[in-house]
């Protein structure tokens, strides 16, 4: 329990943290589904991790990651998400956001990423994965 709260703490300042200093991806036009907010089409939905009243949604495309913490209902509390590919670059958004926040689309074609995100005060990273 120690480690996941440990986990948690560490994706909320990391999502704060990138929130403040990256490009954000702020939802120009809502979407009506985490794939229809990565751009529909030929991402598919290979990981995913619940956060209580919020999922975060890790698709792919066949060379593109994409990543969004979608709200169970709308509503004003902070929601984030990030994206990470090994030794390269990261993107993250986060805001009060009514439905989601993202997408973030990072390029990770043969390499791992982490990638995570945060609802409210409960956050998720995942470990390096999703290799290859």
Same mark, same amino acid.
């Given at each position: 329990m120690r480690r996941f709260k440990q986990g948690a703490a560490l994706? /909320? =300042?990391t999502v704060a943290a990138l929130a403040g200093t990256l490009a954000t991806?702020? $939802? =120009?036009? %809502? %979407?009506?589904t985490p794939i229809a907010a990565c751009g529909g089409g030929s *991402? +598919?939905?290979i990981d995913q991790h619940d956060l209580?009243?919020? &999922?975060?949604y890790l698709m792919y495309n066949g060379t593109t990651n994409c990543v969004v913490t979608w709200k169970d209902s709308p509503n004003t509390e902070w929601v984030g !998400? *990030?994206? !990470?590919?090994?030794g390269g670059s990261y993107l993250g958004d986060a805001d009060y956001y009514s &439905? *989601? %926040?993202? $997408? /973030?689309k990072l390029s990770a074609k043969g390499k791992c990423i982490e990638w995570g995100g945060v609802y409210g005060s409960i956050g998720y990273t995942s470990p390096l994965? +999703?290799?290859g």
């Open positions: 994706a /909320v =300042a991806g702020s $939802p =120009a036009m %809502a %979407a009506s *991402y +598919h939905v209580g009243k919020a &999922t975060i !998400v *990030y994206l !990470v590919v090994q &439905t *989601y %926040a993202g $997408p /973030v994965e +999703h290799c």
